[in-house]
């Protein structure tokens, strides 16, 4: 009943901010009606020109988004190669320029995606990842293996001895329960790079299973070396 | 036309009535498009979070998750 009453909040604070509808009278209108009457005959809330079309806008808008989950649920996004996953991870993380953010997409056995998450995001030099927190995820939703990705905001695509420290540690946790770190992708601007297709991916456990944090740094060696990293923080 | 090109003009067409129910610049229609494309509708609105994108378009587009969110249940796809 609670969340019946969150969602039917929401719902008045969306349309009334999307299409101009005073929230008095929606909010009126709602203690004895079914919130969807206003989509379906608009002319109840008497809303002026501008306010109608924002209805029919959203109207069709839903209908659309009603078609494309209908398309959508024919086709499972599959992970099975580092040039998807590097893909996938590139428009979910290619437009942050001022932060660094950590993902894991959870899969199943034919690496369907059963969830993408945030892991951890940080400021624009480092984030610090808990491989604690990744583990509880991977339980709930019994994956059976995993791929991860962060990105460079400096835009290097190199790996930095913390993302390899990092993967070696999710390893090491994850190997003994069968699942599988398949890749760790780093995207930096548009590009990526893959640690799967560069050979750099540890497959064995290399000692027991360390939970702490791992602070992860945006700048590689080089940078650091060249000072590319001040820079981007000044 | 095929199942894939039906698809791809419903992405379009999804995108072009999101730009004008919330008022997108060109940049963030192309870059939603992107999104939308790359991931699907519905993690779209479950990543909003996630996106480069400006405080104002995040906004909105809560609200109109918000507005989905309860069309779902009431059609008991939740």
Known sequence: MNKDIHHIENFLKGLTSLTGL???????????????????HPHILEPNEKQLEKIGLLNEFISSYNILKIYESNDKIVLNSSTISGQYFSALLGGMKDKERFMVAFLDSGNNIIETKTMSEGSIGQTAVYPREILKYALACDCKSMILAHNHPGRSLSF???????????????????????????????????????GELPDMRSGAANYKAVVLSAASAKEKKNGYHDMQLR | MNYQELKEKEYEKCVGLLADLIDLDADTRQKIHKYIHGMGINNFFLQIESMDLSQETSEKLKSIKAIIELSDIKRGRA
């Open chain 1, 22 to 40: 005073p929230s008095r009278k929606v909010r009126q209108y709602l203690k004895i009606n079914n919130p969807f009457n206003i989509l379906e």
């Open chain 1, 160 to 198: 930095s001895t913390e993302d390899k420290l990092l993967t070696q540690r999710i390893v090491d946790i994850f190997h003994p329960l069968e699942i599988k770190i398949l890749d760790h992708i780093i995207v930096g601007g548009n590009a990526y790079s893959s640690m799967a297709e560069k």
